[in-house]
């Protein structure tokens, strides 16, 4: 079945260590993003992509970094430079960035640091 | 820049009820496109229904309907015949023209369907 794997679900971590979310599709989308969800919040963008080898900021990068070497593939890593990262990650594609169909998205990766 | 609110954090709705969710937004963008979508409490988001702009009709999926008053900029969605399955977190977001991918997501509001 097509969708978007979203790795791990539940992560924890050390404060000062990175940590990578792994995103692929199999949807044969040109366009992939992540977004972050806190407690009784709606979601922010963090990164997104419309084509292979070029990823833009959306309005909460810091601390954050991406990579799109294969149109399948978006990771994410949350470097120690976040402040807080504890949250709900959420990959999501569509079919190209200029569209107005909508985002179909992953399960979802819940990072804590201890 | 555009702007999306929901102002209802939380709703409690009695199965095979009608619940309306209300979505205001702002933007100077005359091309749009506003979604629904629901977030169990599994994390993932459904994709609901869509209303574009330049749409004539209101949009209609099933059980939902969005009611969609472009001049008071609202885009409220309807749930008819709420089943306990609706349980969940529902969230509006607002895409346009001059923000290509970025989607403006609402805070959500929590719809709890009781017996």
Redesign the interface.
Same mark, same amino acid.
Do not use: C, D, T
């Given at each position: 079945d097509g969708g978007i794997t979203q790795s791990p679900k539940y992560l924890f971590r050390k404060e000062g260590q990175n940590v990578t979310l792994s995103c692929e599709q199999n949807l044969n989308h040109d366009a992939m993003y992540w977004y972050r969800q806190d407690p009784g919040q709606g979601l922010r963008l963090i990164y997104y992509s419309q084509i292979v080898n070029d990823f833009q900021k959306g309005d909460i990068a810091e601390g954050y970094s991406v990579s799109r070497e294969k149109k399948e593939s978006f990771p994410l890593t949350v470097t120690s430079a976040q402040k807080n990262p504890t949250a709900f990650y959420l990959c999501a594609s569509s079919i190209r960035l200029a569209s107005t169909g909508e985002l179909f998205f992953g399960e979802g990766s819940r990072l804590t640091v201890l | 820049a555009q702007k999306i609110t929901q102002t209802q954090?939380g709703m409690f709705v009695q199965e095979k009820e009608a619940v309306t969710l209300d979505c205001t937004y702002d933007t100077s963008d005359p091309s749009y %496109?506003l #979604?629904w979508?629901k977030q169990p409490s599994? %994390?993932?988001?459904? !994709?609901l229904i869509?209303q /574009?702009s330049y749409d004539q009709q209101n949009a209609t999926e099933g059980r939902y309907s969005l009611n969609f008053q472009k001049a008071r900029k609202s885009a409220n969605l309807v749930i008819s015949a709420s089943q306990l399955g609706d349980s969940a977190m529902y #969230?509006c977001a607002l895409?346009t023209t001059d923000s290509? %991918?970025? !989607?403006q !997501? /609402?805070? %959500?509001t929590q719809v709890v369907v009781t017996p």
């Open positions: - | 954090p %496109g #979604f979508y599994s %994390g993932e988001m459904i !994709f869509y /574009g #969230f895409l290509w %991918g970025k !989607f !997501f /609402g805070a %959500g």
